[in-house]
């Protein structure tokens, strides 16, 4: 059955960076899109970007271009988001889903991300 | 980017009754819509795609319609489990965007 399992919860410093993971399992990794998203406040729902895990290939949600990036480890399965130059607005959970047909399939069980000093 | 907007933002149901949500997208979004429910401190879980496409697994009272920018997910004879949030969510055009939600009570 198909997976997606997220790194624990992290709790990180104004200013620093934190790299999440989501390893998945169940179905051939390269042949779908990973997508993130983030949900702020425990309702609203953001889409930060997606990698092809085959060609390493992304395309990010403007709003997210200068603080996320996509990376994958085909020989582990896994695909990895790493946030830059945390503020508390960065606070929230982060989902790693897998691209079904135009929509998202299977998703990881997310991760909470709290920025405080 | 595209807005969705949902509706209404909370509902009570008794058990048994038959509601729906609705999304209004900003454009036309040619049935590239999604619906997922969500249950407190859980993942969103997929219930419809391509607008009227039930998702494997997710029983049948769950349905989805619409077309051009009108989107609506009914839920026929409100269960227990059925309480939660749901959101809509299209992707007809990058960036894809989802709705504010609608959370879901028993009443």
């Known amino acids: 059955q198909v997976n997606l399992l997220q790194s624990g919860a992290a709790l990180v410093k104004p200013g620093a960076s934190v790299k999440l993971s989501c390893k998945a399992s169940?179905?051939?990794?390269?042949?779908?899109?990973i997508h993130w998203v983030k949900q702020s406040h425990g309702k609203s729902l953001e889409w930060i970007g997606y990698i092809n895990p085959n060609s390493g290939y992304t395309n990010y949600n403007e709003k997210f271009k200068s603080k996320a990036t996509l990376t994958v480890d085909k020989s582990t399965n896994t695909a990895y988001m790493e946030l830059s130059r945390l503020t508390s607005e960065d606070s929230a959970t982060y989902y790693c889903?897998?691209?079904?047909?135009?929509?998202?399939?299977?998703w990881g069980q997310g991760v909470m991300v709290t920025v405080s000093s | 980017d595209i807005q969705m907007t949902q509706s209404p933002a909370s509902l009570s149901a008794s058990l048994g009754e038959t509601i729906s949500i609705e999304c209004l997208a900003s454009?036309?979004?040619?049935?590239?819509l999604a619906w997922y429910q969500q249950k407190p401190g859980k993942s969103p879980q997929l219930l419809i795609y391509g607008a009227n496409s039930l998702q494997a697994g997710v029983p049948s009272r769950f349905s989805g319609s619409g077309s051009g920018t009108q989107y609506s997910l009914k839920i026929s004879s409100m269960q227990p489990e059925d309480e939660g949030d749901y959101f809509c969510q299209q992707s007809y055009k990058f960036p894809p965007t989802f709705g504010s939600g609608t959370k879901l009570e028993i009443k």
């Open positions: 169940g179905y051939t990794f390269t042949d779908y899109y």
């Open positions: 454009e036309g979004i040619s049935s590239y």
């Open positions: 889903t897998r691209e079904g047909w135009y929509s998202f399939d299977y």
